[in-house]
């Protein structure tokens, strides 16, 4: 059975960096079949896909247009984790932030959510 | 990118009923549509995979169809535990993209 694990912070100040890790178990990081995404839900944007990292024979990202100037996604293989890195965030990117597993198209497995709250 | 739109965004009913939600893509994605299911501070589960696939453990009084465009997801009778908000979400083309959902409430 897959479980992803979220943490970190719950309070980011405005145009500081929000940091946030998924801990894999049950599969791999490095899995050359599934592909490890960051997912947000706020009230304004519903839910809307970040980015993803993913292994076939070396490793690739894939960021959404909206935050592609702000965003890193990293794997760790030595911990089974991913993280996501969103820089100088504004009040607008308040949100519930996911982790989750996209396999064979469709977003199998979530983390259990981060509320992240954007304010000086 | 591809939009989804869901019909309609709020709907009442009661234990028994048969409900159907209906979500239409904004061009063809033949059958790459997926259905989650979402409880108050609860992430998304997975209900229906490639339209009409039912995954690994949802009860089979859910159901999907549709091709193409226009896609239904259909509860054949509720149950106390179905109140819930309910997406779609299209997997044809990056960046896959959700719809803004249906709310079923208790009637």
């Known amino acids: 059975q897959v479980q992803l694990q979220q943490s970190g912070p719950g309070l980011v100040k405005p145009s500081q960096t929000l940091s946030l890790t998924c801990a894999i178990s049950?599969?791999?990081?490095?899995?050359?079949?599934?592909?490890w995404n960051w997912i947000r839900q706020s009230p304004s944007r519903g839910l809307e896909w970040l980015g993803r990292?993913?292994?076939?024979?070396?490793?690739?990202?894939d960021y959404a247009v909206s935050v592609k100037s702000r965003i890193i996604i990293n794997p760790d293989t030595s911990k089974n984790q991913f993280s996501l890195q969103l820089n100088s965030v504004t009040p607008e990117d308040t949100a519930v932030y996911y982790c989750?597993?996209?396999?064979?198209?469709?977003?199998?497995?979530w983390g259990q959510g981060n509320l992240v709250t954007v304010s000086s | 990118d591809i939009q989804v739109t869901h019909s309609p965004s709020s709907l009442s009913a009661s234990v028994g009923d048969r409900v159907t939600i209906t979500c239409r893509a904004s061009?063809?994605?033949?059958?790459?549509l997926n259905w989650y299911q979402q409880k108050p501070g609860k992430a998304p589960n997975l209900l229906i995979y490639?339209?009409?696939s039912l995954q690994s453990g949802v009860p089979s009084r859910f159901s999907g169809s549709g091709s193409g465009t226009d896609f239904t997801l259909t509860i054949s009778s509720l149950q106390p535990e179905d109140f819930a908000t309910y997406y779609c979400?299209?997997?044809?083309?990056?960046?896959?993209?959700f719809g803004q959902g249906t709310k079923l409430e208790i009637k």
């Open positions: 990292t993913y292994y076939r024979s070396k490793w690739y990202n």
């Open positions: 061009q063809s994605i033949n059958n790459f």
């Open positions: 979400q299209q997997s044809y083309s990056a960046p896959y993209t």
């Open positions: 049950g599969d791999s990081v490095s899995s050359n079949s599934v592909a």
């Open positions: 490639a339209a009409s």
């Open positions: 989750a597993r996209l396999s064979s198209s469709c977003y199998d497995y």
